[in-house]
């Protein structure tokens, strides 16, 4: 039987509260250093203070209303299934109804055309492309590249012109606005209002952008939307056109028959033969003019229910709401991080020196 002790290595209660002390009167010899720490950390977080750009947040809201989005009888039994916390699902509704429209805000299309839209500043007229990349002061660094030193965004210009090059930077602007700078969401699920937000460090850029973004999208939604009521609207107006042209040509062609036969031998009949095939058309044409007008009525009636409405309830103003990062606030995280790392730093020194000897 082995009788060798076995070696304990659990400390107890009373050797870590000696330990403990022992590292705080270690730090307190040191203090010196860890007050300049403090010093140095809240004059860098000071100075990162003065330096960061506050940036401003442009916030529309919109409530969006569609005369076929309810689905009559169907649609108010998802509603009522809703309302008990039950998801059905249901159909679609359209393309862009729900989260698809959300994300028709995101897409690169919506925002590389208002990206293109003209805006004015300092009385000249730019691109908010133009406008991003002087916030961003990216020409400055474009000066060493020959294939960036040219390039120009002009305002309302052709997407499908543009050079690869052109299609890169603006493929880049697009990146960082969509993934830091735009949100899109409805901030309560109940409630069927959809908020944008905007965020830059420019205040003005911030607000037409989003003013932009807006409208393009709501431009590009009722257009889709509508496209078919517009079409058939466009195609009846044409026949309308059309026969009402055939019409007036009987007509004429009735008036010239009759004064071609005026004072006619009676029994001469087959020369009112033009005159009869005349009144003849009138009549048909007449008919069909009718029913035509009837149906464009009604196709006008039917594209003005299918137009949705895109009621804007809140726009951004002037000035906007910005986020700073404070001097106070600085000073403080600067000189408390500046210290952790040097107390961690001092300790594991001291650690490192122990283990040495």
Known sequence: MNNMPVQNDEISLKDLIKKINELYVYLLSKWKI???????????????????????????????????????????????????GLDLGGSAGGIFTGSNLTELFKSRSMVEKTLLSPVTINGKVISLAEMYIQNNKFREKWNKNTKLTNIEFLPNSNRKNFTRVQDSVLGKIYENLSKTSLF?????????????????????????????????????????????????????????????????????GVAVANDNTFNLNPALNVRRTPSARRQVDVQANTAILTELVKQAELAKVTLR????????????????????????????????????LTIIFIMLRRLLNNLLE
């Open 34 to 84: 860890i007050v300049l720490a403090v010093i140095v950390g809240a004059l860098i977080g000071l100075t990162y203070s003065f330096i960061k750009k506050p940036v401003y947040t442009a916030t529309l809201s919109f409530a969006l209303e569609d005369d076929k989005s309810s689905g009559g009888g169907l649609g108010s039994a998802l509603g009522l299934a809703s309302s008990f």
């Open 184 to 252: 899109v969401g409805q901030k309560d699920k109940k409630i069927a209002v959809i908020n944008i937000d905007v965020s830059s460090k420019n205040e003005l850029f911030s607000k037409y952008f989003c003013e932009a973004l807006v409208k393009e999208v709501g431009s590009f939604y009722v257009e889709t939307k509508s496209k078919k009521a517009r079409m058939n609207m466009a195609i009846l107006e044409r026949q309308v056109d059309s026969i009402r042209g055939e019409l007036n040509g009987a007509i004429t």
């Open 305 to 340: 229910k299918e137009t949705p409405l895109i009621q804007v309830i809140d726009r951004p103003i002037l000035p906007l709401p910005k986020e700073s990062f404070g001097k106070v606030k600085g000073a403080i995280i600067g000189g408390g991080l500046l210290t952790f």
